[in-house]
């Protein structure tokens, strides 16, 4: 397996789908500037 493959600044994030407004708490590395509150948690 390669070493430093992947990347390293993964963080949480919220995912909403908006078909039918399911959200979803997952790790990304994409970048945003818009803030969801998710069950007391305010994540970027």
Known sequence: MKKDL??????????QDLNNNHTYLTRSTVATDETISLKGWNIR
């Open 6 to 15: 992947h990347p390293k600044n993964y963080r949480l994030v919220v995912f």
